[in-house]
Structure formats: structure tokens, C-alpha cells
């Protein structure tokens, strides 16, 4: 759903896992089972300045490594990015991962098993959904696995935020498909540090004993959980991913690339205005 940027009247406090709003188009893992993100309507509350040059486009993706949708959704927009690249040529597209955690419940010190935690969550419809999801994700070149453990993502966050600090937006990239590959295909543990470490490694940001010095230290954990309340009670994020173009418009949920082109083409050419 694009929609211009409000500030909501209640925000969601928790987060739950939603595979029903699976269509061709549009996916998202939000708390909210009655909620279409499959439309594509715009609005505006008033007038917003330009920020950026016509030929730049700035997206700031709310994230988690835990998040199937986002895995998905992230591999469909940068397809659409590099479409646009090839199309327009002179383009610069500038993206930033934000965090989020879809279910505040994890524990943080010790994992716990990711498929009897979803199951124990959906029940009868645990099958039937890791199937859909399963079947969307060999479509983008992802073989999902929901077996292993899983925990709080708060580390995975504090790793990749620092990669924006060395890098920007092309480090935290490459660090997160790391961790997502990892996480959601082969199994591992998104909270432990020797798992983290040796994706920050792989990813070319830094050395596996560097990154395991960061995870040590108390370091940004202040500055994730900051970003997690603002996303929650200020923009009232409940599904993930969430991206913002522009600072104005916001896509609520995994888009196919075609449906991201279209929306950054019509962003770029302002045929979309607030």
C-alpha cells in the first residue's frame, strides 16, 4: 500500500507474524490479519518540500533479519532498483535499513526453536503457510528453511546499523543478505555472535575479530531500541517491510519488483504529488 506519511493516531505495541496477506503482489508480516496491503492508492495531507534532486531516490527500509517478507521483498526491490538504474541511467537510488523486531517476545540471551514457535503461534495453519512461503521464495532464488533456533534480532541490528556507520546503505546491504542467508536458510542462530561475526566477515565490512569486539561492547544498543520505539509509536509501523521514498511516501509490506519500478519511476517523474 503507498500512502503519503502521517503520523498515526494509536500505534501498535506488538508484532505478530502474518503470511495471509500473501498475493503475487504484495506481502507483508504485520499484527493486523484484516489488512489489504495489496492496493496501491495515494493521498496527501498537505504539500512537502523537496528534499532531493529529481534524479535521486532515497528509500529507508524498516527491516528485520527474523522477517521472511522482508527477505523476499528486499531481493524484489533491488531487482526494481537495478531496472531503473538501466533504464534512466543518471539515477542515484540511496537506501537505508532501519530496525524493527516482529516479535518483541524473543528472548535475547539463549534461542529457542523457530518452527515449534510458529507453529505453537499459527497451529493447523503452520503447514499450509510454510508452503506458500516456500514456494514464493524459490520464485526470487531463496530456499527457505524454518527449522533451527531462533531469538531476539536486537544484535543482528546493532551489527548492521554499525555497517551504515563504516559504509552506508551498500555495506548494511551487503551485510543483512548475509545474515538473512544465514538466518533463514541454512539455519543458524541470528543472535549469536560467532554466527554474526563470521557474516560481517563474508560481507567484506569488517574482520571477523572487529565485529566480534563490536558485539562484545554495549555499543548502539541505545540507538537500536530508539529507532524501534520511534518506528512504533511515531511512523506506526505493524508490517514488515516498511519503506519510505523520499521521506514521504510510504510502502507497507513486500512488493514485487514490478510494482516497486512502477512506484519509483512515477516517484522519480513526479506523477505521483503530494
Same mark, same amino acid.
Given at each position: /500500500?503507498?500512502?503519503?506519511?502521517?503520523?498515526?493516531?494509536?500505534?501498535?505495541?506488538?508484532?505478530?507474524?502474518?503470511?495471509?496477506?500473501?498475493?503475487?503482489?504484495?506481502?507483508?508480516?504485520?499484527?493486523? $490479519?484484516?489488512?489489504?496491503?495489496?492496493?496501491?492508492?495515494?493521498?496527501?495531507?498537505?504539500?512537502?518540500? %523537496? $528534499? *532531493?534532486?529529481?534524479?535521486?531516490? @532515497?528509500?529507508?527500509?524498516?527491516?528485520?533479519?527474523?522477517? +521472511?517478507?522482508? *527477505?523476499?521483498?528486499?531481493?524484489? /526491490?533491488? @531487482?526494481?532498483?537495478?531496472?531503473?538504474? =538501466?533504464?534512466?541511467?543518471?539515477?542515484?537510488?540511496? +537506501?537505508? *535499513?532501519?530496525?524493527?523486531?516482529?516479535?518483541?517476545?524473543?528472548?535475547?540471551?539463549?534461542?529457542?526453536?523457530?518452527? =515449534?514457535?510458529?507453529?505453537?503461534?499459527?497451529?493447523?495453519?503452520?503447514?499450509?503457510?510454510?508452503?506458500?512461503?516456500?514456494?514464493?521464495?524459490?520464485?526470487?532464488?531463496?530456499?527457505?528453511?524454518?527449522?533451527?533456533?531462533?531469538?531476539?534480532? %536486537?544484535?543482528?541490528?546493532? $551489527?548492521? /546499523?554499525?555497517? #551504515?556507520?563504516?559504509?552506508?546503505?551498500?555495506?548494511? #546491504?551487503? %551485510?543483512?543478505?548475509?545474515?538473512?542467508?544465514?538466518?533463514?536458510?541454512?539455519?543458524?542462530?541470528?543472535?549469536?555472535?560467532?554466527?554474526?561475526?563470521?557474516?560481517?566477515?563474508?560481507?567484506?565490512? /569488517?574482520?571477523?575479530?572487529?565485529?566480534?569486539?563490536?558485539?562484545?561492547?554495549? $555499543?548502539?544498543?541505545?540507538?537500536? #531500541?530508539?529507532?524501534?520505539?520511534?518506528?512504533?509509536?511515531?511512523?506506526?509501523?505493524?508490517?514488515?517491510?516498511?519503506?519510505?521514498?523520499?521521506?514521504?511516501?510510504?510502502?507497507?509490506?513486500?512488493?514485487?519488483?514490478?510494482? *516497486?519500478?512502477?512506484?519509483?519511476?512515477?516517484?522519480? @517523474?513526479?506523477?505521483?504529488?503530494?
Amino acid at each position: /500500500m503507498l500512502q503519503f506519511m502521517q503520523r498515526p493516531a494509536s500505534p501498535s505495541n506488538s508484532i505478530d507474524l502474518d503470511f495471509s496477506a500473501l498475493t503475487s503482489t504484495s506481502w507483508d508480516e504485520t499484527d493486523d $490479519l484484516s489488512a489489504d496491503s495489496g492496493s496501491s492508492d495515494t493521498g496527501s495531507a498537505h504539500s512537502a518540500p %523537496l $528534499l *532531493y534532486s529529481p534524479r535521486t531516490l @532515497k528509500l529507508i527500509v524498516w527491516t528485520d533479519p527474523n522477517c +521472511v517478507c522482508c *527477505y523476499i521483498g528486499d531481493r524484489e /526491490m533491488h @531487482k526494481a532498483i537495478s531496472s531503473v538504474r =538501466e533504464r534512466e541511467g543518471d539515477v542515484k537510488v540511496q +537506501v537505508e *535499513y532501519k530496525p524493527f523486531v516482529i516479535d518483541p517476545s524473543l528472548p535475547f540471551d539463549k534461542p529457542v526453536s523457530r518452527q =515449534e514457535m510458529l507453529k505453537n503461534r499459527y497451529g493447523a495453519r503452520f503447514e499450509e503457510l510454510r508452503q506458500r512461503m516456500q514456494t514464493r521464495g524459490e520464485e526470487v532464488g531463496i530456499d527457505f528453511n524454518f527449522t533451527g533456533p531462533t531469538r531476539s534480532s %536486537l544484535n543482528a541490528h546493532r $551489527l548492521v /546499523m554499525h555497517a #551504515h556507520d563504516i559504509g552506508g546503505g551498500e555495506a548494511q #546491504h551487503a %551485510l543483512l543478505e548475509q545474515i538473512q542467508r544465514s538466518v533463514l536458510e541454512q539455519c543458524q542462530d541470528v543472535g549469536c555472535t560467532d554466527v554474526l561475526s563470521t557474516c560481517a566477515e563474508k560481507s567484506g565490512i /569488517m574482520s571477523k575479530a572487529d565485529a566480534l569486539a563490536f558485539l562484545r561492547s554495549p $555499543l548502539l544498543f541505545d540507538r537500536v #531500541h530508539d529507532e524501534i520505539v520511534i518506528a512504533r509509536t511515531e511512523r506506526g509501523i505493524v508490517g514488515l517491510p516498511f519503506t519510505v521514498v523520499d521521506d514521504k511516501w510510504a510502502l507497507s509490506g513486500g512488493q514485487s519488483a514490478d510494482v *516497486y519500478e512502477q512506484i519509483f519511476m512515477k516517484v522519480l @517523474k513526479k506523477e505521483i504529488i503530494a
